[in-house]
């Protein structure tokens, strides 16, 4: 162990407890996972603190010695933005799991970063409110995290992003000064809004030790239906019609291609919705709270699409458990994709005008390359993100055409989970010089010695760059 780990435990060992520092033998494997299965490396140390003060003492500590740290959650993070790179200490928040009781009256609730997305949706439900996002990785994501990728899921065409359910929050800087900003207040223009600075900064920023996130009326009634198209032009014209007819009560729209949705039906172990044949499925879902009128005017839609040569085959939900059915066909994609060895996935947002001659010239151009690649596409096309696999002898090439192909659509390298480690080489396809430069300019200002998430979101030498300020 070198001497600066050993000055670092003895500073820390005291002010966080017992369990607050694990070193040596102490840290488990676990420190190490990641989605991806690209381990990383064995942290030295980890440091568990239970309370802000703890991570204000931890980071203040760190960066006295400048000391890399990289923070993580759930890590379930899909970026390499919590994988530990070696030297790293971890500074977890796995003991900050605590939160208030919701506020039915201002519709909030106060989270600790550790807390999981799946805690604070049952204590919503608890007492009779919604919290507006999921991810299928709710069981395990966390707040924190949640908040340094801004994350999405299925409801963002209804709620929004994760920045639209965070009312304020606390966050400690690199040198372990705290900026608390948990008032709650759906208006504050008092000055800057700084909290803004810490959503889907990725931890480069500040660690989130708190949050006062907004929750939403629980709706009465769900209602999904499962379509059959002939076109991506057909499901978008649908999104369309949808949107206009049933305004804020559509909730979801989501979108999976036909070579993935017939290798799906090919290895289901339920029944599938719809026969596989048809080019492009979606599951659209709208939550009310006139069961019978709303589930009336969604249907009327929908059959209207029928009739109009939108829609080819519809199925709707007509009870709970046939609701619960058709999410559980959504989320079967994973089943037959992630046991496919050396499939690249990405995740990208394109503007639904040139989605279709997106598809088109990049699946042509995968194939002139890899003749025998497959494409497997799904994603939520309520909001022009879209899961983009390729099983291919040449996955460098494959990235390069998808990734320079969505910057010529006007979209974005990542619409989810974050740039990290992993996609950081294109991040500047998609943002201009000034722009990472103004990130970097951010950085300098409130991580001038680079302890924070060092070369995550895009590469910093803070000498160098202090300076050219
Ligand atoms: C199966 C699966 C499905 C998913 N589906 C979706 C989806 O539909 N939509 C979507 O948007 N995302 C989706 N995700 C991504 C998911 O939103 C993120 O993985 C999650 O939000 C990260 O939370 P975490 O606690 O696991 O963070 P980690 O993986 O631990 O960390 C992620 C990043 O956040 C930083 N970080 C973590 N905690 C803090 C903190 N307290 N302060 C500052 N920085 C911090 C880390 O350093 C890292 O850079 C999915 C992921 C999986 C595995």
């Not at 039915?104 to 949706?121: C, M």
């Not at 009128?293 to 249907?299: N, T, V």
Request: proline residues 5%; aromatic residues 6%; contains cysteine.
């Amino acid at each position: 162990m070198s001497p600066e780990t050993q000055q670092l435990l003895s500073a820390l060992g005291d002010r966080l407890g017992a369990g607050g520092v694990l070193a040596g033998s102490d840290v488990d494997q676990r420190y190490r996972d990641d989605p991806d299965g690209k381990l990383g490396a064995l942290p030295e140390v980890v440091l568990r603190p239970r309370d802000t003060e703890g991570i204000a003492a931890a980071l203040a500590a760190c960066n006295d010695l400048g000391q890399p740290i990289v923070v993580q959650g759930g890590r379930t993070g899909m970026a390499g933005g919590g994988r530990v790179q070696p030297g790293e200490v971890v500074l977890s928040l796995e003991r900050m799991t605590g939160f208030t009781a919701p506020d039915r009256q201002a519709a909030s609730i106060v989270a600790e970063a550790g807390a999981t997305l799946e805690a604070v949706q049952e204590a919503a439900d608890g007492a009779g409110l919604m919290f507006g996002v999921d991810v299928g990785a709710r069981g395990s994501a966390t707040v924190g995290g949640n908040i340094a990728t801004n994350a999405g899921g299925i409801r963002v065409l209804r709620y929004g992003m994760y920045r639209a359910q965070v009312l304020g929050l606390e966050a400690v800087l690199a040198d372990g000064s705290v900026l608390t900003s948990l008032k709650g207040l759906p208006k504050d223009n008092s000055g800057y809004d700084l909290s803004q600075l810490f959503i889907g900064t990725e931890g480069t920023l500040g660690v989130v030790t708190r949050a006062a996130l907004r929750l939403h009326p629980k709706p009465v009634c769900e209602v999904n239906a499962f379509c059959a198209l002939s076109s991506l032009d057909a499901a978008i014209a649908l999104l369309g019609q949808l949107r206009q007819k049933l305004g804020p009560l559509l909730s979801a729209y989501e979108v999976n291609f036909a070579p993935l949705y017939d290798a799906m039906v090919a290895s289901m172990d339920m029944p599938a919705p719809l026969p596989a044949g048809s080019s492009v499925y979606v599951l659209a879902e709208i939550q009310g709270s006139e069961p019978e009128r709303d589930g009336e005017r969604f249907a009327e839609v929908l059959m209207q699409a029928v009739e109009d040569g939108v829609i080819d085959d519809v199925v709707v939900s007509q009870s709970p458990r046939e609701f619960r059915a058709l999410w559980d066909v959504r989320e079967d994609a994973n089943r037959v994709l992630f046991p496919i060895k050396g499939l690249i996935s990405v995740d990208i947002s394109i503007p639904l005008a040139r989605m279709g001659a997106f598809l088109r010239e990049a699946s042509a151009a995968i194939h002139a390359n890899d003749p025998d690649a497959d494409i497997y596409v799904f994603g939520h096309l309520g909001d022009g993100n879209l899961h983009y696999q390729v099983r291919t002898v040449d996955p460098a090439v494959a990235y390069d055409i998808v990734y320079r192909g969505v910057a010529a659509a006007g979209g974005g390298v990542s619409a989810e989970h974050g740039i990290g480690l992993d996609k950081k080489k294109w991040l500047h396809l998609v943002r201009s010089d000034v722009e990472i430069a103004a990130m970097q300019r951010l950085k300098a200002a409130f991580d001038p010695k680079n302890i924070l998430n060092p070369g995550r979101v895009f590469d910093f030498g803070p000498s160098a760059f202090l300076g050219e300020i």
